[in-house]
């Protein structure tokens, strides 16, 4: 398990200071409530009732009502803080997560769907922030009342306080047995969950071709046994955590019998005064509500936990784009011996290609060739399994499915060369669209807008999966002029099916066939 130092630098890291003063906000307040209480019920009793002084009786009770008015005030404030805090937390951890989504290895992401992302960067999240701030202040209120509580039951009678140590032990053991399992079975239960909402949110997803093709039957099948295996996760916690919790309050009561048989021969016996007894149940029941407080909350202390290990998890794989070996000055990329799938194999082997600096090298092949896999090594998101890639410059690059942010087109344009993002959304028909959200856009619109960013980045090599598909075929003339213009000079690999009106363009074309990559020329020479 990670240690409590690690876990709350994830958490808490830049807000210490304000989470340290909720912390003795509400710290604070449970010593005082926990060690006035009995004050006033002894005062009442041995001072005021003791000498029959009604006056007393009224201002002692009088004084302890604006006392503790006071404090609950000042405990409502106290929550509010901690509202505000928890809302600060949040947002940073949310920040951090999505971030370190970003800089996830290409191939962690490719195996799950969006939904499971949703749930650790979101949901996880969600249940993360606010039971560390509550459960940090249910923690430290418990223990604080219990430290108050048993050396105000010390002073009174030790005798009976020894009571509350002897079964100390008993609940410590009990704690220490649950408190691993309980942290598998919370990781459990948020694994369910995140794979749970990946199902869901792919089936909700489908809503037109669910309608379409009648796949309501199969879509919810898939769904429900996602939501069986959550809800068994769910039981499995909720068993353990019941169970943990049942045995050390019959370890408690077993404490409470004692007491009392106790506490009723003390008095009996004249050796406790009556204000004394009475703040001594006082004290003593806030204690045994303290160690109830502190039962309760372990095992969210330990869903708190694995929540914490899963956050910290997905950090972790958190990686740096990859650095290319450079390539010389006049290759513009080049494969050697590579080998690479997106799959559980290497789609493709033994791959060979040098790209001079300058050249335009067209790729062709069958479906399911491997030719958007080639691509995606290209830009860096496909890692080879074998042989070397080497670059040299910035890379820009098209490859299906595309996917910006649903964010006004705009916005997405900002901070490129204006005037060339004129030109091309001019020439691409996109001009009346700027304000629309790329997700309101058609498939071919898309692909428009898909082209205009790719050339608008400043790159040595442009590598485009299938530039013209879904363009109409005036579109896919003007979109190829644009194509050559923008990547004039520089260096363009591009993936086209029919590309038979533009093989001349090209200073090489290769296929895609049977796991390898054949050249249909004589390879090209570098300069
Ligand atoms: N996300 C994925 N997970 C696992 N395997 C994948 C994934 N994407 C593609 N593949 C597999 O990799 C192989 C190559 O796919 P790729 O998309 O590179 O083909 P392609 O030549 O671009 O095909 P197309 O012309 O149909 O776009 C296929 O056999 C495909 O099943």
Redesign the pocket.
Known sequence: MRSWKEDWTLVVAGQTRPYLLALTWAGSIAFLMTALNPLATRLIFDVAVARGRLDWLIGIAAVSLLVFSLLRWADFQGGQYQQRLTNRLSAALTRRMVDGYYRLPPVLV??QGDGYFVARTMTEVEQTVTPVVTTGMQLLRALMTLVTALVTVLLLSWQLTSVLLVITPALLLLARHFAARLHQDAHGVQEATAAQQEIHAAAIGAYRTVRTFQLDGLALHQLMRAVDRRLDAVYTLGYRSGKYSTLSRITLSVAELLVLVLGGYAVMTTSLTLGSLMAYMTAYWMAVGAVQSLIDLLPGVQVLRANIARLAGLLAQATEAPSFPAAPRQVAIEWQGAAF????TA?LTDVNLTVPTGSRVLIQ????????????TALGLLPLRDGTLSRSGEVSGLV?PVVFPALPLRELLSGHDPRAAQELTEAFGLTALLDARYDELSLGQRKKFALTMTLLKPADLYVF??PLANLDDPTQLTAFQLMLKYTGGKTMLS?M?DAASVTGYFDLVAD?RAGRLHLNDTPLQVA
């Open positions: 490719a195996q799938g997106q799959g559980d789609t092949g069958a479906n399911g060739a491997g030719k958007s896999t080639l691509a995606l299906e999966d299938e993936i099916h895609v």
